[in-house]
């Protein structure tokens, strides 16, 4: 495969995208912030599956961390992450600086209601304003026919396709199941800091999130069932909770028994925080 095109310029993407689109090419865009894994060239592999052309953008995107964050530890390496692309058969790598995305006096910002509203806004109260900011203005520069977004970060999906609604954005939103390792545990970037006994941990999130799914499918309270889970990470090894629920699959309203769902949770492991979620089967 060839090596991505890399362009750090806003003028650059665009010029490129309406080339390809002029040429009717049809492009897809994977949004990312690097340090990629299996579970990010997933992504690329399923939009080339329906796409000529690939974009993806690597950017740590400033607006979606809080102060007391591990932005500035946040893991980048952009030339393993540029022959991972070139593996994958990404066409073009959009690796914009933070004042190319955001110039002196920028002073705009994108809030999304609906599926925003509490799990990881309880938490992380300003993390969509910054994903909602980034992603429409990664949409508004490259154009993209459609892009593709992971299950793992299951409320930031909900969020994507609120806002293309909500604003008319002229990008099809697509899905992508959570890519795992061979003990469950979700890819994430963040994986990179848990140690070995720790990642023994780690791997028991979503053994418990299956079981407390399945419970829920069957008929066990939801409140008890979610507290149970809650109970069983923290006797697994993890510091903190920062919740467990269960939600409607689109909505992410309160779920209800006997319609499709989705179990959702954050937890600390030392001081790195892991999300993931999963299906609760129909019963
Ligand atoms: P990030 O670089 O963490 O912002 O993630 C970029 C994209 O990759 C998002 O759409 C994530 O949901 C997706 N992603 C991250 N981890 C996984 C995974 N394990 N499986 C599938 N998609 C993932």
Redesign the pocket.
Same mark, same amino acid.
């Given at each position: 495969m060839n090596a991505p095109t890399v362009v750090d310029s806003v003028a650059a993407l665009r010029a490129q995208v309406q080339d390809w689109r002029r040429a009717g090419l049809r492009v897809a865009m #994977? =949004? /990312? @912030? !690097? %340090?990629l894994? &299996? !579970?990010?060239i $997933? +992504?690329v592999r399923i939009a080339l599956e329906q796409a000529d052309r690939c974009v993806v953008s690597i950017f740590v995107n400033p607006t979606q961390f809080a102060p007391t964050e591990d932005l500035d530890k946040y893991p980048r390496q952009l030339a393993r992450d540029l022959d991972r692309l070139r593996e994958a058969g990404a066409h073009l790598a959009f690796t914009p600086s933070v004042g190319e995305m955001y110039p002196a006096g920028f002073a705009t910002k994108i809030s999304v209601g609906g599926p925003s509203s509490g799990l990881e806004t309880d938490f992380r109260p300003s993390f969509f304003d910054g994903v909602a900011t980034v992603v429409a203005k990664l949409f508004l520069q490259a154009a993209p026919d459609f892009a593709?977004? !992971?299950?793992? &970060?299951y409320q930031? +999906?909900c969020v994507v396709r609120q806002l293309c609604r909500d604003l008319d954005l002229p990008v099809e939103i697509v899905g992508? =199941? /959570? #890519?795992?390792d061979a003990h469950g545990l %979700? @890819?994430? $970037?963040r994986n990179a800091y848990l140690g070995e006994a720790e990642l023994d941990v780690a791997r028991l999130l979503n053994v418990i999130l299956r079981r407390t799914a399945g419970a829920l499918s069957t008929g066990t309270d939801e409140a008890a069932a979610t507290e149970d889970a809650a109970k069983a990470l923290i006797s697994a090894g993890f510091r903190k909770v920062d919740y467990v629920a269960a939600r409607a699959s689109v909505t992410l309203a309160p779920w209800q028994r006997n319609r499709g769902g989705r179990l959702l949770a954050a937890a600390w492991l030392g001081t790195t925080r892991l999300i993931d979620n999963v299906e609760i089967p129909s019963a």
């Open positions: #994977v =949004p /990312t @912030m !690097g %340090a894994h &299996d !579970g990010h $997933s +992504l593709v977004f !992971g299950e793992k &970060d930031q +999906l992508a =199941p /959570t #890519v795992r %979700a @890819m994430s $970037s």
